[in-house]
């Protein structure tokens, strides 16, 4: 497992309608979450900004853009969004064109791109639909050894893959892990979920964790316990 700081484990995501409430939510946090993800959702209402603002005020800051375009567009998104200084980048791990595209465009920046790998909302049912003959966990892998190879930092998995890619790529590789719910708590829409220790103990460096906070009626509280569950797995 990779060196990282406890308080960079846990990952918020910021998927709210407003910069306002999104800057709400960060201060009623304040000091017990450090790492924040701004998606798409908050992107189209000044996320950009408040990424900015937010790294101005010793945030760490993870932008879920999920790119996914010919190589020359990625690449150049890709080389922007490195200019602009955020902590983590998401990068659609479809196939290799894409992926190295990305590793040209993000060049000798420090930012790290993660592969999105199979998103958490998708079943075996849904793949199949898309004309997928693979299990959701055997195209997590499969597109995680692709993003090793292309020179990537990491991957977007849920956690009950994360196993099996930790085995596969080795212990640097990151593993950023989403549907993450506390035993017996709502799903929402996600599918592959998993709760905040196992995740860790099967490898995830960083966990994901969106409406179990920000819909929670006391998200201080709520991170608070998901930082003791992670804190506990790495004991
Ligand atoms: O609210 P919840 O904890 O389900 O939020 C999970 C977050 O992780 C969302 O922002 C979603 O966009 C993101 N995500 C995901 N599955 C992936 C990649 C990203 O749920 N594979």
Redesign the pocket.
């Known amino acids: 497992m990779n060196e990282i700081a406890l308080k960079d484990r846990l990952i918020v995501?910021l998927?709210m309608p407003t910069v306002e409430e999104a800057a709400r939510l960060v201060a009623l946090l304040d000091q017990g979450v450090h790492f924040y993800?701004v998606?798409?959702e908050l992107l189209f209402a000044g996320g950009l900004d408040f990424a900015e603002h937010l790294k101005s005020h010793g945030k760490r800051v993870f932008l879920?853009m999920?790119l996914l375009d010919i190589g020359n567009t990625v690449e150049r998104a890709v080389a922007n969004a490195a200019d602009f200084g955020v902590d983590f980048l998401?990068v659609h791990g479809h196939d290799l064109k894409t992926l190295r595209a990305a590793v040209a465009g993000r060049s000798s920046s420090p930012m790290k791109l993660l592969a999105?790998?199979?998103?958490?909302?998708l079943s075996a049912h849904d793949l199949e639909q898309q004309g997928n003959r693979m299990t959701p966990a055997e195209l997590v892998l499969h597109r995680a050894r692709m993003a090793h190879e292309a020179g990537f930092d990491g991957v977007?998995?849920?956690g009950q893959e994360a196993r099996r890619i930790r085995d596969a790529v080795g212990p640097k590789f990151l593993i950023v892990t989403?549907?993450?719910?506390l035993e017996g708590s709502a799903m929402?829409?996600?599918e592959r979920v998993m709760t905040p220790g196992h995740a860790i103990s099967a490898g995830a460096d960083h966990i994901?964790?969106?409406?179990?906070i920000?819909q929670s009626d006391d998200p201080k509280a709520a991170a608070l316990s998901f930082m003791h569950h992670i804190r506990d797995a790495l004991a």
Do not use: H
């Not at 999105?116 to 909302?121: A, K, Q």
């Not at 994901?208 to 179990?212: F, S």
């Open positions: 995501a998927d993800k998606g798409l879920d999920k998401t999105v790998t199979v998103l958490t909302n977007i998995a849920s989403p549907g993450i719910r929402d829409d996600q994901v964790v969106g409406r179990p920000t």
